[in-house]
């Protein structure tokens, strides 16, 4: 009589569903009626969408720090947010999980027919074209609809965050020739931008304002591009340093910041400054 296979000797791939089929059947618990968690059984599609964004985010940051664990905990996360959404769905006949998988699979096989049909290509640009084209007609629409410049900026202001929209939205549009002839032009725009949000600052209603608020960023946002910046980045580092600084001012101060005036926290501030100077995190010049 042979033996049972011991743990070297268990299928990958069998172990790999057998740990989903645990996750989906937990996720399914703590929706159940009877025995489930109150808070997960508060939840909906739409309370949900702040923590996708968030382990989205989340995700990104474990892949920065090249931290093995940290990567496979924030895909973890990541994931339960699609079982989630799943399970709430099948709760009322709208979708399941095996919809959404067998969804995935079928568009990757569809949009990849050199590796799984006879389509031949020659390059990763060849592959990006079929990969419109196939798109394209699942949408019922041309080759030449799908590449109407407004449809595809309309996409990106809808589905990316502002910033990585907005550098988009830049790219595609100075593309079709909406450019500056050189950086002097959008140095002139940029100034142009700021006197005109001033303005509406000090004479025009906020609804105004917003709109002039949102043209300087704009601008911003193209300056980075012409200087093979990444604003998101950008921002992203500068909050890390804003925080750390702070951090260095609250283990050196005596008391809690709210109690030092203004003189005092901007002492407080250079202190710790000239303490992180040099460090990885303060690498990118001060703000």
């Not at 790999?16 to 808070?39: H, K, M, N, T, Y």
């Not at 059984?41 to 093995?68: K, N, W």
């Not at 100075?174 to 303005?199: S, T």
């Not at 200087?227 to 951090?247: E, F, H, K, M, S």
Request: charged share 25%.
């Amino acid at each position: 009589m042979s033996s049972s296979p011991d743990a070297a000797q268990i299928d990958p791939q069998a172990a790999v569903l057998e740990a989903l089929q645990q996750l989906i059947d937990v996720v399914a618990q703590l929706r159940s009626p009877e025995r489930g968690c109150p808070w997960d059984l508060a939840q909906t599609p739409q309370t949900l969408i702040p923590y996708v964004l968030e382990e989205a985010y989340e995700v990104v940051d474990a892949i920065h720090s090249g931290d093995s664990k940290a990567i496979a905990e924030e895909l973890g996360d990541l994931l339960l947010q699609v079982v989630l959404q799943a399970q709430i769905a099948s709760e009322t006949s709208e979708f399941t999980l095996k919809e959404v998988a067998e969804g995935i699979t079928q568009k990757l096989i569809r949009r990849h027919p050199h590796v799984f049909g006879s389509l031949e290509v020659r390059d990763a640009e060849e592959v990006h074209q079929n990969w419109e084209r196939i798109k394209a007609e699942e949408k019922g629409e041309t080759v030449v609809e799908a590449q109407l410049l407004s449809r595809k900026l309309r996409g990106y202001a809808r589905k990316l965050p502002p910033l990585m929209a907005g550098m988009k939205i830049s790219q595609k549009a100075a593309a079709a020739g909406f450019e500056w002839d050189d950086i002097n032009g959008v140095w002139a725009k940029f100034h142009e931008e700021l006197a005109e949000f001033q303005q509406a600052i000090e004479q025009e209603d906020r609804t105004q304002q917003q709109a002039e608020l949102g043209d300087l960023l704009f601008t911003l946002i193209n300056l980075a591009r012409w200087y093979d910046l990444d604003p998101a980045a950008a921002l992203q580092g500068t909050n890390q340093r804003v925080i750390q600084r702070l951090a260095t001012m609250e283990a050196i101060a005596n008391r809690s910041l709210s109690d030092y005036s203004l003189e005092e926290l901007d002492k407080l501030w250079e202190q710790a400054k000239a303490l992180l100077k040099g460090s990885p995190d303060e690498k990118i010049s001060q703000p």
